[in-house]
């Protein structure tokens, strides 16, 4: 440790104050003070950059995470003094240049978040640097396109625009050249987009299920459709609604959405996500008055209404509102089942289920719920993978960082097909390919909705 070491070092240890090593109690998050000029100050940021690195380096727990830790301690390994005084403050952004806010090092790893005394939260100080980055610099065309979803997905599933562009993502000349020019790795899988979207494909699916209430849920949801469930797993939307209206719950889409905002905030780009609430939060808040619920197929946008949102909006009486009442799919499953209230009259089985746990899934602190779902499930085994896959949705695809990408969500991978399984799922679709790509044992991945909806016999797998 250095001369600027955090409060209960060795050094600063007195008999008469013995503070504990690492903290007992739950974590917690403070609001992001976005808002504040403080937060926008190059020189506080880099003051605080330094004293959480210094506590990152002294303890080096989140070593085996992303790239962001083994690049801090390279850092300091390599510097002068080798502590985070010799490390150059210029270099601290290529820390923050690898850090995809997965959050589990908050969520998993941490031993000294908040309550305890020196309040790490290493995921929103890496969101601040990306901010005040961006506020300086702002970002490449490349990472402006790629976290415009809504955008490239309206664009990009134009009838016969989408065989143009799907046809082209396969071509290996054209991959090539993009990667050059555009800074796509010409080996990252590129999601396929479909003019019969996700809204399309259910617009006739609605049955009018007078709704029963089972514990926290009223058995009304509204789907949140997410950019990629509607432009590119558009088949997520029928599974969803053969499940759901199988066990009795009213589901119709939420009337009109854009993007959470999830890929702004990843670039650090706080206006645009400001403007993606302002454009969701009132239509979600109105649907909640009217007795839904709300769920997501992808954990990545249930987290930003479950979290991310609240903490940047902490006074906002309508962010409050739909974060309650915001549930992961598996989540509301497990509470109905809870009740008495789920079908388990399943007709198949499901066999050995190797299933990957998305990060952001994790991060909700609701246990393994799509595991004790598909568990009800005779006949039926599955094998959480607990460990990050590296995707990010737009880490792994990146010309610079799909390497790493690669090499985070190998191991994952690896223990798939050592199980040998029948089936391999994650709850979020972008992961489950990635991982996919580069298991040996896989030819396609299977969302858990899918596997849900083919345990009940209703179809859903080819």
Not at 19 to 41: F, M, S, V
Not at 340 to 357: A, C, M, P, R, W
């Amino acid at each position: 440790m250095s001369e600027n070491s955090p409060p209960g070092t060795a050094s600063t240890v007195t008999a008469s104050k013995v503070r504990r090593e690492g903290n007992l109690e739950a974590p917690t998050r403070h609001p992001i003070e976005w808002k504040t000029p403080e937060y926008w100050d190059i020189d506080a940021l880099n003051e605080e950059l330094e004293r959480v690195y210094d506590i990152c380096h002294g303890c080096r727990r989140c070593v085996s995470l992303c790239d962001s830790f083994p690049t801090l301690f390279d850092l300091v390994d390599e510097s002068s003094t080798m502590e985070v005084d010799g490390v150059d403050k210029a270099d601290y952004g290529k820390v923050v240049d690898q850090c995809y806010l997965c959050d589990l090092c908050y969520q998993v790893k941490c031993p000294y978040v908040p309550p305890h005394e020196w309040n790490v939260d290493f995921p929103h100080l890496m969101l601040r640097a990306k901010a005040i980055k961006f506020k300086e610099e702002g970002a490449s065309f490349r990472d402006k396109v790629l976290t415009s979803t809504d955008m490239v997905g309206k664009l990009a599933t134009i009838p016969l625009v989408d065989v143009t562009v799907n046809a082209m993502n396969q071509n290996t000349t054209f991959r090539k050249v993009f990667e050059s020019t555009f800074g796509v790795h010409r080996n990252a899988p590129i999601p396929s987009y479909h003019s019969k979207t996700l809204r399309k494909r259910v617009a006739t699916m609605g049955r009018d299920i007078t709704p029963q209430a089972a514990g926290r849920t009223t058995g009304k949801v509204a789907l949140y459709a997410t950019c990629y469930g509607n432009y590119n797993s558009p088949d997520l939307g029928e599974d969803f609604y053969q499940v759901f209206q199988h066990n009795n719950i009213h589901i119709e889409l939420v009337p009109k959405e854009q993007c959470c905002g999830m890929p702004k905030l990843e670039l650090g780009d706080l206006n645009s996500v400001n403007k993606l609430k302002e454009a969701n939060i009132p239509v979600l808040a109105k649907l909640v008055d009217e007795g839904y619920d709300l769920i997501a197929p992808v954990p990545s946008c249930a987290l930003m209404y479950k979290q991310e949102l609240p903490l940047l909006y902490p006074d906002d009486e309508q962010v409050k509102k739909v974060q309650q009442a915001f549930f992961d799919p598996f989540e509301y499953l497990f509470l109905r089942h809870k009740a008495g209230q789920l079908n388990t009259d399943f007709k198949n089985s499901l066999g050995e289920i190797g299933y990957h746990v998305a990060c952001h899934l994790r991060v909700q602190k609701i246990g393994l719920k799509t595991r004790d779902v598909l568990a009800l499930v005779p006949g039926t085994n599955v094998h959480p993978q607990e460990r990050c896959s590296g995707h990010d949705g737009t880490y792994a695809v990146k010309k610079e960082t799909y390497d790493k990408a690669v090499k985070i969500g190998r191991p994952v991978a690896r223990k798939i097909d050592q199980i040998e399984t029948d089936h391999f799922s994650s709850d979020c679709p972008m992961a489950a390919v990635h991982i996919a790509e580069l298991a040996d044992s896989v030819e396609k991945p299977e969302h858990p909705m899918t596997l849900l909806r083919h345990a009940y016999g209703l179809g859903g797998l080819e």
